[in-house]
């Protein structure tokens, strides 16, 4: 049934979060409750079921979907005896590992900060902080013994330097002018990168792992006589934990100063309809939600049927007829103008950048009505 089917969606993502940030998952457990329960997240006889088969196993590393509470994170691995991860946890933990410039170290180590401070005293006290590894990263290492005061005081100091910074950029978005700016906005993975890469033909870092974007790249475009610059922009992610929405500000301002956004969508994708919700959300958090905006459906190479439906009828015959069902369906509840590509073998690349003309020119011509 539905639930059942989100539940596994959801469960795949944090899977591939986790190999994203180096570990292998060796078994899934799922509960239902109405309520999360206070003291322990799981309930008292889940938590023993886990406990058993960490043990059994040699498990050392616990992953939860949700943000657990500190007290919750303390009371479960009291009981359970290994290293707890929650989603948030984890997703900091990629975003250090990827983080290329200072400026992008600079934005995780205050997210990291942020999420490490009411925690200070409640977390992996007991446990053996020499092994390291996930989670264990940047500050959680070696100062969480220090007195929060230095904590708080390494906070203002990461943010008066991201103020900075934060001036730097705004001036030199200022300075590109009044070149149109078209963003690339999309859940994690959908092919941003390979699609800035291909219109644009530069050579940004693409890769099928979660967040291999954290900076922007911006690079200029020239489509048939129009130029105007394109942005690759971090990845958004269903429960994008808010120290680093607050901390990616610069980046999200991009996206917030855009003319023009580009929504890309993988099509193959089972949950694509759900990270379109996701990345709708998101946008209308940060204020970017009126933009105009074009619809990029990505990866109609690898779109196959089963991956949709459960219909016995021949894969073979539907493959098609589906695919264009779906892009029926976007054709008609899509108010912007919509597109199914695929960014690695270029199918519909024309229409696309015909689309991408039509748009960028509207703005062009709203912004120099003289000009030729
Ligand atoms: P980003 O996180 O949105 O920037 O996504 P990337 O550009 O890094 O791409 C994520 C993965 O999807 C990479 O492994 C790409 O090779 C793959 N990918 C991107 N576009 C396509 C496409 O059109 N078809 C297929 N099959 N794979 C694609």
Redesign the pocket.
Known sequence: NQDEKKLQEYMDELEFLAFTAGATVEKRFTQKLTQPDSKTFVGTGKAQEIKDYVTENGINTIIFDDELSPSQLKNLEKEIEVKILDRTNLILDIFAQRAQTSYARTQVELAQYQYLLPRLSKMWSHLDKQKGGIGMRGPGETEIETDRRIIRDRISLLKDKLKVIDKQMATQRNNRGKMVRVALV?Y????????MNAISKSDVF???K????LDTTVRKVVIGNLPFLLT?TV?FIRKLPTQLVESFKSTLDEVREADLLIH?VDI?HEGFEDQVHSVNQTLEEIGANEKPMIMIF?????FSYEKKAEDDLSPETNKNISLEEWKKTWMAKSKYPTVF?????KENFPEMKKMIYDEVQKIHISRFPYND
Do not use: Q, R
């Open positions: 999309g994690t993975n959908v092919g941003k990168s390979t699609l693409a890769e099928n979660l967040f291999a974007t690759d990845g890309v193959s990505n990866k109609i190479d690898d590509i695929s960014a690695l073998t």
